[in-house]
């Protein structure tokens, strides 16, 4: 008999903050470790010693909306070469809370950052790297509002106000509608049982 070849996935999460993936990622790295495969979990901005002191500035600094687009990148492109690319090349599933689809939601969708400059550094930095397959926590904005309120004590993106939490929600949903084959979107306002049994569906597809 011979070995049936996998081909190693890169799985990214997304949502705008309060959406809850957070709750659920360790139940996808659970499952995909059931599953057989090696799961590399990591997280943007992040991912890598750099990429960590970057996001302290990202999360925590004013900045112009450009000089964090940048930022954003530098990290990503840390993340890469560094994470990424060594994960998949020896076989082990990557999954990463947030990647780019954050920056057109965030940088472009709610600051108002140029698409076409976005594009311009996913080329140069990406290439022809791309998420596999993209989960969306999708709840309406009023519920993310609720629940970051109750939540740790804010960082920068999270204390915007609800036009700023709109934009994201309606960037992230168009981003789904344009990458159909790419996107799952998770009705993360139903209940939590029923979530993760959305979750789970979709990790046994792959
Ligand atoms: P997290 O709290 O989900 O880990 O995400 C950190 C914050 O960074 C979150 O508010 C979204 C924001 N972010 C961007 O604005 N642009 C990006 O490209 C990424 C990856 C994250």
Known sequence: MTAKFIKPKFITVEGM???GKSTHIPDIIVSLQGRGHEVVSTREPGGTPLGER????????????ETE?????AARREHIANVIVPALAR?????????????YAY?????????????????????DLQPDITLLFDVPVEVSML???NAREPDKFERENAEFFTRIRQ?????????????RIVDANKPLEYVKQSVEEIISTL
């Open 107 to 127: 940088q472009c969708g709610a600051k108002g950052v140029d698409a076409s400059k976005i594009r311009l550094l996913e080329q140069w930095v990406q290439a």
């Open 69 to 73: 687009t940048l930022l954003m990148f």
């Open 17 to 19: 903050d309060g959406a």
């Open 54 to 65: 970057l996001r302290e500035l990202l999360l925590h600094e004013p900045m112009h909306a």
């Open 171 to 183: 960037a992230y949903l168009q981003r789904a509608q344009e990458n159909p084959a790419r996107f």
């Open 91 to 103: 076989g082990a599933y990557v999954l990463s809370d947030r990647f780019t689809d954050a920056t």
């Open 147 to 149: 629940r970051l309120a």
